[in-house]
């Protein structure tokens, strides 16, 4: 199964993921920052989901950090260049 399948496939189990990763993008966006690493808002995530709130764990597989990067692009175009992205295996 190709890396992108396998993060659409846990995208669509997992699209409160997705939430989080716009929710903290958009605020790095509002604190001045041109770029930013996709890696460390998956970072913020997993803190957030295994420190800060209760409830059952999950791992997000560094895999699927582009596709996230890339989704975000997409769906927000006005800071499709936030984060500089590479190209992927698929």
């Known amino acids: ?3 992108k399948r396998a993060w659409w496939e846990w995208h669509n189990k997992n699209p409160h993921v997705y939430e989080l990763f716009k929710k903290y993008a958009h605020q790095a966006i ?24 209760q409830g059952d764990m ?4 560094n895999n699927h950090v582009p596709y ?20 992927v295996e698929s």
């Open 58 to 61: 999950f791992k997000i597989n």
């Open 30 to 53: 509002d604190a001045g920052h041109e770029h930013y690493g996709a890696m460390a808002i998956i970072q913020r995530i997993r803190w957030h989901t295994e420190i800060e709130t």
């Open 68 to 87: 996230y990067a890339r989704l975000f692009a997409h769906d927000h175009p006005e800071h499709s260049d936030f984060f500089r992205m590479r190209s």
């Open 1 to 3: 199964m190709s890396y």
